[in-house]
Nanobody, 122 residues
Framework: QVQIVESGGGLVQPGGSLRLSCAASGITFRSNAMAWYRQAPGKQRELVAVIGSGGSTKYGGFVKGRFTISKDNAKNTVYLEMNNLKPEDTAVYYC????????????????WGQGTQVTVSS
C-alpha cells in the first residue's frame, strides 16, 4: 500500500522561499515518476512540476525558473524547492507518485498525499 506524507508548507512573505518534502512508502522511487500539484481555493488542481524516473524534469508555465523539483531515491523523498514566492502561489500543494509519464505528459494516479498549505502574504 502506498502512503504519502507531504510537509514543509507554511506562511512566507512575498519573495521568500520554502522547501516542500514528500515522503512515500510502498513504491520504488527509482522506477517511477513523481509530481507536485497545487490547488488554490476555487480553482482546479494544476501541475507544478514533474520528475521522471531518470531525473528529467518539467514545470508548469507559471514556474518560470523559480521552483526546482528533485528526488532522493535512497530516502524515498521528492522535494520542491520554491524561491521568489508570490501571493498567487498560495495553495495547497499535493504530491503524486507513480503516475504515467510519457512524451512529456504526466498522468496522475490515485496516490495522493494529504497536501501541505503554502501561504504567501505580507
Amino acid at each position: 500500500q502506498v502512503q504519502i506524507v507531504e510537509s514543509g508548507g507554511g506562511l512566507v512573505q512575498p519573495g521568500g522561499s520554502l522547501r516542500l518534502s514528500c515522503a512515500a512508502s510502498g513504491i520504488t522511487f527509482r522506477s517511477n515518476a513523481m509530481a507536485w500539484y497545487r490547488q488554490a481555493p476555487g480553482k482546479q488542481r494544476e501541475l507544478v512540476a514533474v520528475i521522471g524516473s531518470g531525473g528529467s524534469t518539467k514545470y508548469g508555465g507559471f514556474v518560470k525558473g523559480r521552483f526546482t523539483i528533485s528526488k532522493d531515491n535512497a530516502k524515498n523523498t521528492v522535494y520542491l524547492e520554491m524561491n521568489n514566492l508570490k501571493p498567487e502561489d498560495t495553495a495547497v500543494y499535493y504530491c503524486n507518485v507513480g503516475g504515467g509519464y510519457y512524451f512529456g505528459v504526466y498522468s496522475p494516479n490515485d496516490y495522493w498525499g494529504q497536501g501541505t498549505q503554502v501561504t504567501v502574504s505580507s
